[in-house]
């Protein structure tokens, strides 16, 4: 059921023999994850209003579940995570299909955050990145 596997090859104290050990599992999402993220920079440029309807972009991540939910800038999204030891993707994700003013970056910023193969947590701020470019930059709001 587990999709990795693991071997470990243990020495108990001053025994002189390694005791071989097996297992399953699978890696466990990085809590710091979990919360709510608006919408900061979008491909190395600071958002404004003008670039989105309504609100800005912002997320919310469940990360016990591996989803996520929330708003595009014009639609509601929602979709799953795929973690691995430092890889996080965004995928399955699904939207509503809003009319959307001709300025606005949803699907910009859809195809930002479906790009991101990585991530990182500092000061309240979530950057999701390709090995090539930071894409997105999110704040913390909860």
Same mark, same amino acid.
């Given at each position: 059921?587990?999709?990795?596997?693991?071997? !470990? $090859?243990?020495?108990?104290?001053?025994?002189?023999?390694?005791?071989? =050990?097996?297992?399953? *599992?699978? #890696?466990?999402? $990085? #809590?710091?994850?979990?919360?709510?993220?608006?919408?900061?920079?979008?491909?190395?440029? %600071?958002?404004?209003?003008?670039?989105?309807?309504?609100? @800005?972009?912002?997320?919310?991540?469940?990360?016990?579940?591996?989803?996520?939910?929330?708003? %595009?800038?014009?639609?509601?999204?929602? *979709?799953?995570? @795929?973690?691995?030891?430092?890889?996080?993707?965004?995928?399955?994700?699904?939207?509503?299909?809003?009319?959307?003013? &001709?300025?606005?970056?949803?699907?910009? @910023?859809?195809?930002?955050?479906?790009?991101?193969?990585?991530?990182?947590?500092?000061?309240?701020? =979530? %950057?999701?990145?390709? &090995?090539?470019? !930071?894409?997105?930059?999110?704040?913390?709001? $909860?």
């Amino acid at each position: 059921i587990s999709p990795y596997s693991v071997t !470990i $090859d243990m020495k108990k104290g001053v025994d002189a023999e390694l005791q071989k =050990l097996e297992g399953c *599992g699978h #890696y466990v999402t $990085d #809590y710091r994850l979990h919360d709510i993220w608006v919408l900061e920079t979008l491909n190395g440029k %600071t958002i404004t209003k003008t670039d989105f309807s309504k609100e @800005f972009p912002l997320m919310e991540i469940q990360a016990a579940e591996n989803t996520f939910s929330g708003f %595009t800038g014009c639609s509601r999204m929602n *979709g799953s995570l @795929f973690f691995e030891k430092g890889l996080l993707r965004f995928t399955n994700v699904a939207t509503t299909r809003m009319m959307c003013e &001709p300025s606005n970056k949803e699907d910009e @910023f859809l195809k930002a955050l479906q790009s991101s193969t990585t991530y990182f947590i500092g000061n309240n701020r =979530l %950057t999701l990145s390709n &090995p090539s470019e !930071i894409l997105t930059v999110f704040k913390k709001i $909860d």
